[in-house]
Nanobody, 127 residues
Framework: VQLQASGGGLVQAGGSLRLSCAAS????????MGWFRQAPGMEREFVAA????????YYTDSVKGRFTISRDNAQRTMFLQMNSLKPEDTAVYYC?????????????????????WGQGTQVTVSS
């Protein structure tokens, strides 16, 4: 199983980026997915999660109303639309897959509940 994150870059505060996570999993639709981020010197933290069919999504409080997680099972790809970006959103963003249809909120936020990880894509927001 391989996950390939892309779409990061340098953007000014208030701008937008769309991250993608392409999966080499034939049965992508049976995996719950998540986005995490890690800023320099900080621990990796939860950003957003989505269940197998997109019917349930979760967000960390700091991105609610600005970020939208989605998935296209036919294309085996997950997305993170990031709007109104702030300098504090600067981090390496990682996508992850969990071998389950969906996770309750507390587990969706936990790194330990994900089985596969992508390599990360850098997002830098300038002030």
């Amino acid at each position: 199983v391989q996950l390939q994150a892309s779409g990061g870059g340098l953007v000014q505060a208030g701008g937008s980026l769309r991250l993608s996570c392409a999966a080499s999993i034939r049965t992508f639709s049976v995996y719950a997915m998540g986005w995490f981020r890690q800023a320099p010197g900080m621990e990796r933290e939860f950003v957003a999660a989505i269940n197998w069919n997109g019917g349930t999504t979760y967000y960390t409080d700091s991105v609610k109303g600005r970020f939208t997680i989605s998935r296209d099972n036919a294309q085996r790809t997950m997305f993170l639309q990031m709007n109104s970006l702030k300098p504090e959103d600067t981090a390496v963003y990682y996508c992850a897959a969990a071998s389950t249809l969906g996770l309750p909120y507390d587990r969706a936020r936990s790194l330990n509940d994900y089985n596969y990880w992508g390599q990360g894509t850098q997002v830098t927001v300038s002030s």
